[in-house]
């Protein structure tokens, strides 16, 4: 028996995970270009990562997944490029309301959808309907912005008649309205910026930077981020 050492799993399921985690998933193109491979490259393996992470974060006990797929900023990159990102989002916005009604995940888009075809709008009009009564939530950014997000709150505000908000009416408004703030926010690609991504949401969010490109993060990465999460006194102002 002493002959066999008992191995420790080399990644045990941490014990403290967030309720809610955002990822900012960047670095695919970085990860395409290292091998030698077009960018588009990398957003096609960035699609399978974010399927696995998602996976295994509700696995874990996560109970909300949000993913900065699309900002309002990337629009200014090369049309070849961002054809290219909008096809993937079409594509899994296709085969999304069957998987998430598989796995229990309640799917929502976060952003301004208005700018993006009419056949798109449907498909996560659909997916959101008829997923609402799952256990799961996922919000999907795309088209999001954080300025834009407010600004499109405090302006329907206004149209409401408000000459004053409380940090309230703010919160209830913006594309967030139903999904809260997240409790740790994981950036990969080695920025440390949140590059337009839930400023408001984040006042009291824990972050996690890593420098491994997004299409290379797997199950070590996410359980390292949890531990460090697990590890850190959140007081909230407070002591
Ligand atoms: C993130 O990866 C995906 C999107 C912004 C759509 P990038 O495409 O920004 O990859 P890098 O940061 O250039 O490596
Ligand atoms: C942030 O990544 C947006 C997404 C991951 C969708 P970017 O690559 O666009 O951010 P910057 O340009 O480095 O700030
Ligand atoms: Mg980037």
Redesign the pocket.
């Known amino acids: 028996m002493g002959f066999f050492k008992k191995h420790k799993l080399s990644h045990s399921v941490p014990d403290v995970v967030p309720g809610h985690v955002a990822f900012i998933?960047?670095?695919?193109?970085?990860?395409a270009k290292k091998r030698g491979l077009p960018?588009t490259a990398?957003?096609s393996k960035?699609v399978k990562t974010f399927e696995e992470v998602i996976e295994l974060c509700f696995n874990t006990g996560v109970d909300t997944v949000t993913v900065y797929?699309?900002?309002t900023e990337?629009w200014k990159r090369p049309k070849t490029e961002v054809d290219f990102?909008l096809k993937l989002l079409d594509e899994y916005l296709t085969i999304s309301t069957e998987k998430c009604l598989k796995k229990g995940i309640r799917m929502r888009i976060i952003g301004d959808r208005s700018i993006f075809p009419e056949k798109m709008i449907e498909k996560m009009n659909d997916s959101e309907q008829r997923t609402a009564h799952l256990r799961y939530n996922l919000n999907v950014a795309v088209n999001y912005g954080s300025r834009a997000e407010i600004c499109t709150a405090v302006n329907k505000l206004i149209a409401e008649g408000k000459t004053q908000v409380t940090e309230e009416d703010i919160s209830a408004h913006l594309y967030t309205a139903e999904v809260g703030d997240p409790d740790l926010i994981v950036r990969t690609?080695g920025e440390l910026r949140l590059s337009n991504f839930l400023m408001w949401q984040a006042a009291y969010s824990e972050f996690y930077f890593t420098e491994t490109?997004?299409p290379d993060f797997g199950k070590k990465d996410l359980y390292k981020a949890f531990e460090k999460y697990a590890s850190t006194h959140r007081r909230f102002g407070g002591l």
């Open positions: 998933m960047d670095g695919n193109g970085r990860w960018r990398g957003h960035g797929a699309f900002s990337n990102i690609g490109f997004w």
